[in-house]
């Protein structure tokens, strides 16, 4: 009983991460494709708002200087 209540709230302090990535996801998806020319520019604005993590962590390297 004592695993399963510890593994509930490992995934508990968790959801708020997801929140952020989800909310991070449509807005980004709204973005991309609101400045898509085309179909196809708006497909690949949703694959990119799919790994807009990486975009903002490399960006954020970049103007680190790192």
Known sequence: MENK????????????????????????????IANACSFWAGVVGFLKAIVWPAFLVYEALKALGA
Do not use: R
Not at 17 to 25: D, P, Q, R, T
């Open 5 to 32: 209540e510890k593994n509930c709230s490992n995934m508990n302090q968790s959801a708020p991460a997801g929140a952020v990535y989800g909310l991070g996801l449509i807005g980004a998806a709204i973005y991309f």
